[in-house]
């Protein structure tokens, strides 16, 4: 499972999340990422908002409920044996 590293932009400290899946709804990249590889893991879905030249991705919580349900839906179907509780 891939782990990536994240600089919140208002913490000095970086967070850890691995990768469960990734995903494009409408041309715009989706990661659903976990703190940890348990059954009561917390899931966040991060929607890449960097330029498409960037050298380094930047990542937004999603965070309106009508994209959530959209992207839940993909992920879901992706992964068969996961689901997610909002």
């Keep these: 499972?891939?782990?990536i590293t994240f600089m919140p932009a208002?913490?000095?400290e970086a967070a850890e999340f691995f990768v469960l899946e990734q995903t494009r709804l409408g041309g715009i990249p989706y990661i659903l990422v976990a703190?940890?590889?348990t059954d009561d893991a917390q899931a966040?879905?991060?929607k890449d908002?960097?330029?498409e030249e960037a050298s380094?991705?930047?990542y937004e919580i999603v965070e309106d409920d009508d994209e959530i349900d959209s992207v839940i839906?993909?992920?879901e179907?992706?992964?068969e044996d996961v689901s997610v509780e909002r």
Aim: glycine content about 0%; charged content about 40%.
């Design 10 to 12: 208002d913490s000095d």
């Design 44 to 46: 966040l879905i991060l």
């Design 1 to 3: 499972m891939e782990k």
């Design 49 to 51: 908002t960097s330029e």
């Design 35 to 37: 703190d940890s590889l």
């Design 56 to 58: 380094e991705a930047v």
């Design 77 to 79: 179907e992706l992964l």
């Design 73 to 75: 839906k993909i992920f």
